[in-house]
């Protein structure tokens, strides 16, 4: 038993540094502030009023259940497919204009990099996407967090909970290191340059976005430049003056843009060359993709993967994942019909919100044809909603508190966890999409050390052995 003279109560990181800001003792625009030299002022202007918060102890837990996941999803097309990566990309749901060139290219190994998309629901966190991909954003808000904590004015709430904040970028920096030495020439000292590279025609658009994830690498040794598939080869056939000695290759786009491609098939053996290439290594493989399909969430959960895998890995599946279901013609939707309000319907391989039909955003008769028409497709999941627990907030005034709620972006790389950011609404039935979306405002992440556990009441207090 516990001596109750050795316990220290500790608020909540959240009900205290709202109890801060109210008393002085915080200043009310210390995220903001900080957001306009850190990230600019655009961003800024999209900055929630406080720091998020996670128990270090809470994502280690649902860690060791994510790295369960991602083993399962990797050991996906032995257990469905034969092995075979044209076989699991049809499960998977390849763009058809790239089915062919899968039969001939051997199933990359999954690396571990990505963002996944997280939502808690009061009880633990719940992964909604995997987020497996080179092209994913929010690395370049990390150095916000960095400068809050560096604050005198932050240290002795830091100090008080025990906060640190992790840089997203370590994880892309470990994966340009493992590809670079081995086709490294420079000398000793010379920065190792990265090619960052986008589908055909696409850098007119997104060579700005691109930037700052640039110069985040360009923080460590390496030096970046941005360029085109079109780009690596010349056109009879040759690698591009340029291309051959840099260090490595950063793939920015997903299989479906690849397959937008003029001429697929010789932009995909560009990025898949053969072994006694001169060309860099892609960072990763465009065929990496069919690992990041959202049907992965709904593969995972068929009784043939779950009667392969140990009790152990079944229940760290359950934890961390809500009920997915891959639809196709077959498919009896009768049930999925009928719970509407409780479902969420996606294409299996577009990203940022691209044709998602929340059911509780819409009527019965546009739900059933949502549901008709994507079964009728073939690539489509349905998701069980998970409701998002209640965040604490200032109001648009910054005088009252009022309720936000929050999708999680979990940061992972080949040594583990990275970094976490998170994206807010104050609209509980809101899908919150992409940083650019009205009314979703951002917030650095900080891991606390405290004994605080978010299942306990949010506006109340925890214990801790002194």
């Known amino acids: 038993m516990v001596n109750s003279r050795s316990l220290v109560v500790l608020p909540d990181p959240a009900a205290d540094y709202l109890r801060a800001v109210g008393a002085g003792e915080l200043p009310a625009d210390l995220p903001a502030g900080h957001a306009v030299t850190v990230l600019g002022p655009e961003l800024a202007a999209k900055s929630f009023q406080r720091p998020m918060f996670v128990p270090e102890r809470e994502i280690a837990a649902f860690y060791a259940d994510f790295e369960v996941l991602l083993d399962v999803v990797g050991r996906l097309p032995d257990l469905l497919a034969g092995g075979s990566l044209a076989a699991f990309g049809a499960l998977t749901d390849a763009p058809a204009a790239i089915r062919p060139m899968l039969v001939d290219t051997d199933l990359p190994r999954l690396v571990r990099y990505g963002r996944a998309d997280l939502m808690h629901d009061g009880t633990g966190f719940k992964v909604i996407e995997l987020g497996l991909s080179t092209a994913v954003g929010g690395v370049r808000r990390a150095p916000l967090g960095a400068a809050i904590l560096a604050d005198p004015r932050f240290s002795h709430f830091a100090e008080r909970h025990g906060l640190r904040h992790l840089d997203s970028v370590t994880g892309l920096v470990d994966l340009l290191d493992a590809a670079a030495p081995e086709h490294y020439t420079g000398t000793p000292g010379d920065l190792r340059e990265v090619l960052m590279v986008e589908a055909t025609g696409a850098l007119a658009e997104w060579a700005a976005a691109w930037q700052p994830l640039a110069e985040r690498i360009e923080t460590r040794p390496f030096r970046t430049r941005l360029a085109e598939i079109a780009d690596l080869s010349k056109p009879d056939g040759p690698i591009a003056d340029g291309v051959a000695g840099v260090s490595a290759i950063l793939r920015l786009f997903s299989l479906e843009e690849l397959a937008a491609e003029p001429d697929p098939m ?62 196709d013609a077959p498919y009896d939707l009768t049930g999925l019909i009928r719970d509407r309000s409780d479902s969420i319907l996606k294409p299996t391989t577009l990203a940022r919100g691209e044709g998602t039909v929340a059911g509780w955003t819409v009527d019965d008769t546009t739900w059933r044809e949502a549901l008709t028409t994507a079964a009728r497709d073939g690539r489509y999941i349905v998701q069980r909603r998970v409701v998002p627990r209640v965040e604490p907030g200032c109001g648009e005034q910054g005088s009252t508190v009022r309720d936000w709620h929050a999708v999680w972006g979990l940061h992972y790389g080949p040594a583990g966890l990275t970094g976490l950011t998170s994206r807010l609404v104050g609209e509980p039935s809101t899908v919150i999409r992409g940083t650019t979306e009205r009314g979703v405002l951002l917030a650095p992440v900080f891991l606390s050390s405290g004994a605080h556990s978010s299942s306990d009441d949010r506006h109340g207090t925890a214990t801790a052995e002194r």
Not at 281 to 291: E, I, K
Not at 293 to 320: F, H, M, N, Y
């Open 266 to 327: 010789v932009a995909w053996r560009r990025l898949h060359p053969s072994a006694d290439s001169t060309m860099p290594p892609v960072v990763t493989v465009p065929a990496h993709d069919v690992f990041n399909s959202k049907s992965c969430l709904a593969l995972v959960q068929l009784p043939a993967v779950q009667d392969a895998l140990t009790e152990a890995e079944r229940a760290a599946l359950r934890r961390i994942l809500t009920q997915t279901t891959r639809i």
